[in-house]
């Protein structure tokens, strides 16, 4: 009876720490924030920093798509079109109205996974437009023996420093 | 009078070690690097593909912020409610971000707020899409009416509007639809919006309640409902079963 208490009770603490593990994700992700500009159809990389947290997913409705490369492999594909902006609104006659508007020129961001030493490639519609080496020197210590709550301080603490560093 | 050994001790601690992560994980607090921002799960999906992060801007009250974000996901106009989001809800994870740092504007009528605090805010929660809400005065927005704007994989929202300019942006966003009103000077791309189509609407022909209507972005195009979300949110109930098709396509694969 009591083996039967210990294995429900092992059951339910591993389920309780994965769910947490899973809900603080983020506070453990690095992502790189790219700072571009869209002009005439092409798009110019004009920064970028690593930041703390979770990478936007992958997209897949756009012209444009950026890869990340580590080691000339693809480890993150996604979709994204700087050029149009929806507008909407719907009017006191029960009329929606507003449409598309394309853009010529605007500075716009992206997040996608940190990698050290990567590349960036951003396409339209298949055609390369950019190419772009990047090279982040990462040093956060993930694993050290001590409480969860020291730990999460010390992640903390490295990653303001990385930021530090960085900008 | 009791006697407790070793196991049930063991039990006990256990338990109580359980108790501690899953308080922590109600709180749903996602501590962030440059500040004390919160990562609030609203609902998480069984199979979640797709990430949205709610962020407020221009609420006085925060219990407000949390009302709308219910109301968008789980009210009679959200995604919970509305096809083809109701039947595919498991596939969606919604959060909200309590934060003050958000920038937006309104320039020329319209509400767009900048995608570089937006996004920095979103990085607390697993994010693939984000809606900023602004708290909009319905009789102030009777005067001066604002649009809403979806650019990239932002959603700017007026909440003063109709519930569905919600979903009518996602769409936008999400599925690259493209608006199925007739706007004057507004020239759209067929090829890369699929919810249009020229005369006869050969790409959903074969759907049999699809029907053929003049008007998608332009007039010389078709759309597959004459009165959907896409054309018409304030009356309008429905994508129509072509645009629903298209929207639950990226779920598939």
Known sequence: MERIFVGFA??????SVSAFAITKD??????LLLELSYESRTVTLDGYTLEN???????????????VLQNNKVVYTSSFDPAIVFTDVGGEDNVVS???????KRKFYLNVP?????????YNKGVPILKADFDVKQEVVRSKSVGLLDWVNILIEDVNGLLGKIS | MFHINKVQILVIIIFAVSLFFILKINQDNIEYSKGNIDCNTVYQGKNAKVNVVFLPYGYGDEKRFY????????????????????????????YDIVSENIKCDVTDNTFICDDL????????CPNDYIIVLYDRDAIRDLIVPIRSSAYLNLASINTADHRLVVLHEFAHIYGGLADEYVEEGIDIDIDRFQNCDVKTCPRWSHFTNAGCFEGCGEINFYRSIDNGIMRNYILGREFGIWN??????PLQS
């Open chain 1, 53 to 67: 947290g979770c990478p936007s997913g992958i997209l897949k409705r756009g012209d444009f798509k950026v890869e």
């Open chain 1, 10 to 15: 092992i059951t339910i603490l591993v389920l």
């Open chain 1, 98 to 104: 507003g449409g598309a508007k394309v853009i010529d």
């Open chain 2, 117 to 124: 605090s937006a996004k920095r805010a979103a990085a607390n």
């Open chain 2, 244 to 249: 629903e098709y298209l929207l639950a396509l």
């Open chain 1, 26 to 31: 983020c506070v453990n992700k690095d992502y």
């Open chain 1, 114 to 122: 940190a990698v050290q030493e990567g590349q960036i490639q951003i």
């Open chain 2, 67 to 94: 009302e709308d974000v219910d109301s968008y996901v789980n009210g009679e106009f959200g995604f919970k409610n509305v096809e083809p989001f109701k039947s595919n809800f498991e596939s969606f994870s919604f």
